[in-house]
């Protein structure tokens, strides 16, 4: 049971890392996964009649939650912060109907720029976790209904080829961290020795990876827009990127990364 079900505690880590700050490590999460895998089958009882799969989905899942509540050491200052700039954040994107520069950000905010980027260092630091995102009430509600209707499985299915095209067109090294850390699976240290590169580094290039990732979905999922490029360089980069996936992605490619029940189909 415990072999079987191994790949179900990847794909819920691999979920759960797209809620997280982007230097929480897979590792430590997969750890109590499959930790907690072990206890499930040991502590299974099949003749309650709920499949295997599902009461061991459960107890992973409770296992990632506390994982990541033993990791939130930060202060209550820390935290006030950080949802007040959230809060912020919020507020300009739905303004301006986009991401906030950090000097639009600061000057809502009060605040010099040097202070505003002090507390994104003390929430990386301190790493600060939502966990509103995820389900509250008893083991039980945690286990939702899988099955979509077709409109939900299109768009699902419309969702995936995005982030196929988006993946795609990433560069190189970008590329080949993010395939090898997310669709292989291999540790950071496996990764950073195969670049010849720190662990460190190999973060950084993961959290680079993801915010362009990120933009580049939200501008083409959305309909928000291609980032301004007169904003610098960065920002000019990211135009470009999103331009990329634009000039990639069709509908017909997007459906083409899945099958009709939103499997990923072999490249």
């Given at each position: 049971?415990?072999?079987?079900?191994?790949?179900?505690?990847?794909?819920?880590?691999?979920?759960?890392?797209?809620?997280?700050?982007p230097?929480?490590?897979?590792?430590?999460?997969?750890?109590?996964?499959?930790?907690?895998?072990?206890?499930?089958?040991?502590?299974?009882?099949?003749?309650?009649?709920?499949?295997?799969?599902?009461?061991?989905?459960?107890?992973?899942?409770?296992?990632?939650l506390?994982?990541?509540?033993?990791?939130?050491?930060?202060?209550?200052?820390?935290?006030?912060?950080?949802?007040?700039?959230?809060?912020?954040?919020e507020?300009?994107?739905?303004?301006?109907?986009?991401?906030?520069?950090?000097?639009?950000?600061?000057?809502?905010?009060?605040?010099?720029?040097?202070?505003?980027?002090?507390?994104?260092?003390?929430?990386?630091?301190?790493?600060?976790?939502?966990?509103?995102?995820?389900?509250?009430?008893?083991?039980?509600?945690?286990?939702?209904?899988?099955?979509?209707?077709?409109?939900?499985?299109?768009?699902?299915?419309?969702r995936?080829?995005?982030?196929?095209?988006?993946?795609?067109?990433?560069?190189?090294?970008?590329?080949?961290?993010?395939?090898?850390?997310?669709?292989?699976e291999?540790?950071?240290?496996?990764?950073?020795a195969?670049?010849?590169?720190?662990?460190?580094?190999?973060?950084?290039?993961?959290?680079?990876?993801?915010?362009?990732?990120?933009?580049?979905?939200?501008?083409?999922?959305?309909?928000?827009?291609?980032?301004?490029?007169?904003?610098?360089?960065?920002?000019?980069?990211?135009?470009?990127?999103?331009?990329?996936?634009?000039?990639?992605?069709?509908?017909?490619?997007?459906?083409?990364?899945?099958?009709?029940?939103?499997?990923?189909?072999?490249?």
């Amino acid at each position: 049971m415990i072999r079987d079900n191994m790949a179900l505690v990847g794909h819920m880590v691999r979920e759960m890392l797209f809620k997280v700050p982007p230097h929480v490590h897979r590792d430590d999460l997969a750890s109590a996964g499959y930790a907690a895998l072990v206890t499930a089958a040991q502590s299974f009882d099949d003749s309650r009649g709920i499949p295997f799969g599902r009461f061991a989905a459960v107890r992973v899942r409770g296992a990632l939650l506390d994982e990541l509540r033993s990791m939130d050491w930060a202060s209550r200052s820390v935290r006030a912060r950080a949802r007040r700039a959230e809060v912020a954040r919020e507020e300009l994107t739905a303004q301006l109907g986009r991401t906030p520069t950090v000097e639009e950000l600061a000057e809502l905010l009060g605040v010099a720029v040097g202070e505003l980027s002090n507390v994104d260092d003390d929430v990386q630091r301190a790493a600060v976790l939502s966990l509103q995102g995820f389900t509250a009430g008893a083991a039980e509600d945690m286990v939702t209904e899988t099955a979509m209707n077709p409109e939900e499985m299109l768009l699902h299915r419309e969702r995936l080829g995005y982030l196929h095209d988006a993946v795609t067109v990433l560069p190189e090294r970008l590329r080949y961290v993010v395939e090898a850390s997310f669709l292989q699976e291999r540790p950071l240290s496996e990764v950073a020795a195969s670049l010849g590169v720190t662990e460190s580094r190999v973060s950084q290039l993961r959290t680079e990876a993801l915010a362009l990732l990120r933009d580049g979905l939200i501008t083409h999922m959305d309909q928000t827009g291609a980032p301004d490029p007169k904003d610098g360089c960065v920002a000019r980069r990211r135009a470009a990127y999103t331009a990329q996936i634009a000039a990639r992605s069709t509908m017909a490619s997007r459906l083409a990364a899945t099958d009709a029940h939103g499997m990923r189909l072999a490249a």
